[in-house]
């Protein structure tokens, strides 16, 4: 399986920082890139509504969403720290392909939710800056997708720079804003004493809960903290461990406050005049001026509010390569992944907006928090099963106390959210004119959604686990010779990557050349070092490569076979042409997932490079997963 984000993986060096403060800042990074998901157009909507319509009533709403996931983004740091995986490809390793396809369709419907808001939210931010009409906006937001390809191209500092840039544009906004506002003290502190006075705000409160925890970071940051390479000992695993728990309490923290500051500036601005239904973004910037008496107010509300869809489209846009490539492992080149996941979000922000017109809006940006919140108990119990799992963590699983606490955080986000979707639809039953209708379609849906929840819940329980830690290893090799077949002498070159393929290709290899042919393994090693520094490259990624490569030769040595190996650098399809190129070789054997024409376009990232730079024949194996 490729590594996650690959083009970014383990690109920042952190060994080299003497001094703990330096090396305290080269961690800091990917929890800021999480933090502005938590302060997207979608907790606008949510904050907004919750201060308008209740006061301050639900800070503590707020205060819980950030504790929770602040526990919950430390869990998904530790997964992708420790055993360099991202959540979507932790569970396609553990769960059947059957339930991993449910799962990836679950976090597809969260990411399209997730960016519906970005999308919907910084079109506003441009409608009520420049006055452009809200399909324009929806349209140009396709520029983002060329924004980040530029921004990743130029490293992930330089992304994590830009987003930090965005943050505090946001931050003083509302700074300004809070002054603007003048809230009263003594309420605010009151709104920290948890109550729900009606089943409006219920519903709000679990929006919030979807805003503030949202699945698509969960896969994130399991992701963005691969991007830190560190000496792999559990020494250095633990001071990794330690510097992103204080990246994600810094990061969160900052998160809280921008919440807080909206619903605090709904309240203080709306509530307080008697104004309890601004629940629209647009309502909310028209009515700032002459409610705080400044006409700076809505100026500063667009920019911030273009600040935070901006920001958070770029990340919900990575988490969508990271559950396309992990729950699929799926391949694509970058440019298409991201047009996908870009078009996947405008698709129904352009339908919503000409169907229903710009004023459905705000309910949208809503009911696309709600959905959030609906998926998280599909992502975080995954997440609690693996980084309790002593086997997948090597040592490094959460403690008792810690899977309490994380247990109890999934209990109540799913409690709230079984409740409403049984009020839901029992009020859709009621007032349905077709009830039988709803009784074979939306109920037969949810029961099965439920089922699955269990299935998730308690299957590790009561079954032994798959016991997988995530490695490569040599040592799953299968092969079969037909000792009495007649052979041609051949040079084959054979690329393995140390995973179950290798078997096929070799055992193709095998059939064609048996031992009177002489076989050379290739494998490149992919790191952003590696691609750098190119065979001068000297890492832990390129000293277990190579290991693993010397076991291949020690292997099908005792085996009789005439076995060469070869370590190359870089681009795996440059990288494999240029070794060919090099040699006197008869036959390439490359794996393949067996796609053609069209589909080789978009998805050959490798062999389609590979077979234009050669001039020998490529026998092409296709992949069985």
Not at 78 to 100: C, H, K, M
Not at 250 to 263: G, K, Q, R, W, Y
Not at 306 to 313: D, K, L, V
Not at 562 to 590: E, H, R
Request: glycine fraction near 8%; proline fraction near 3%; charged fraction near 15%.
């Amino acid at each position: 399986m490729s590594k996650s984000l690959e083009e970014v993986n383990e690109s920042v060096m952190t060994d080299q920082k003497r001094t703990g403060f330096r090396r305290i800042l080269a961690f800091l990074g990917p929890a800021y890139m999480i933090s502005v998901g938590y302060m997207d157009p979608g907790n606008w909507a949510t904050d907004i509504a919750g201060g308008s319509q209740f006061g301050y009533t639900l800070i503590w709403v707020l205060l819980m969403s950030n504790v929770m996931a602040l526990l919950l983004q430390s869990l998904s740091a530790r997964l992708g720290i420790v055993t360099q995986r991202d959540l979507a490809q932790a569970s396609r390793e553990t769960y059947a392909p059957f339930i991993n396809y449910i799962l990836y369709f679950l976090a597809e419907i969260a990411i399209a939710a997730c960016d519906l808001a970005e999308v919907l939210g910084m079109a506003i931010g441009i409608n009520l800056l420049f006055g452009l009409p809200l399909i324009q906006g929806v349209i140009i937001t396709v520029l983002d997708t060329f924004l980040l390809l530029f921004l990743i191209h130029k490293g992930i500092r330089k992304m994590e720079a830009f987003i930090i840039a965005l943050i505090m544009i946001i931050g003083l906004s509302f700074i300004a804003e809070m002054i603007f506002a003048q809230p009263e003290l003594g309420k605010m502190a009151s709104g920290l004493i948890p109550s729900l006075p009606n089943e409006a705000a219920l519903y709000i409160a679990i929006g919030i809960i979807g805003a503030t925890v949202m699945p698509h970071n969960l896969y994130l940051h399991s992701s963005l903290v691969q991007t830190r390479k560190f000496n792999r000992n559990p020494q250095g695993i633990r001071q990794a461990l330690k510097y992103n728990f204080i990246d994600s309490a810094i990061a969160l923290n900052l998160a809280f406050f921008v919440n807080a500051a909206i619903l605090i500036l709904a309240a203080a601005a709306f509530y307080n005049n008697g104004l309890y239904e601004v629940s629209e973004i647009q309502d909310a910037h028209k009515l700032l001026a002459p409610m705080l008496g400044s006409e700076w107010a809505p100026i500063l509300f667009a920019v911030a509010l273009i600040a935070a869809g901006q920001s958070s489209t770029i990340t919900g846009t990575l988490a969508g390569q990271i559950i396309m490539e992990g729950y699929l492992n799926l391949r694509i080149q970058p440019w298409v992944r991201r047009i996908i996941t870009r078009l996947i979000a405008i698709v129904p922000a352009v339908i919503a907006i000409v169907v229903f017109g710009e004023a459905v809006t705000g309910k949208l940006l809503i009911l696309s928090q709600v959905i959030l919140s609906l998926q998280l108990g599909f992502a975080i119990i995954p997440l609690i099963h693996f980084v309790s799992d002593p086997v997948k963590m090597k040592g490094f699983q959460i403690g008792k106390i810690t899977q309490i606490a994380s247990w109890v955080v999934a209990l109540i986000i799913v409690s709230l959210n079984v409740r409403l979707v049984y009020d839901e639809i029992s009020n859709w039953l009621m007032t349905s004119q077709n009830p039988t209708l709803l009784v074979f379609t939306v109920v037969p849906v949810a029961i099965g959604f439920l089922v699955l929840l269990l299935y998730i819940v308690f299957k590790p329980f009561f079954s032994k686990a798959k016991q997988n830690t995530f490695n490569h290893s040599p040592h799953h090799l299968s092969l079969t010779i037909d000792t009495h077949k007649n052979y041609v002498r051949k040079q084959i070159a054979v690329t393995v990557d140390f995973s179950q393929a290798d078997s096929r290709a070799l055992q193709h290899a095998f059939d064609l050349g048996g031992k009177d042919a002489e076989y050379t393994l290739i494998h490149i090693v992919e790191t952003v070092g590696a691609m750098m520094y190119g065979k001068d490259i000297i890492d832990h990624e390129t000293t277990v490569d190579e290991k693993l490569l010397h076991e291949y030769y020690e292997m099908l040595s005792g085996k009789g076979f005439s076995v060469q190996t070869k370590l190359g650098f870089g681009k795996p399809g440059k990288a494999i042409a240029n070794i060919i190129n090099q040699g006197s070789y008869d036959l390439l054997i490359m794996g393949t997932h067996g796609h053609h024409t069209f589909k080789d376009l978009i998805l050959g990232t490798t062999v389609d490079k590979v077979r234009h730079e050669i001039s020998i024949p490529l026998y092409l194996v296709k992949h069985q997963d």
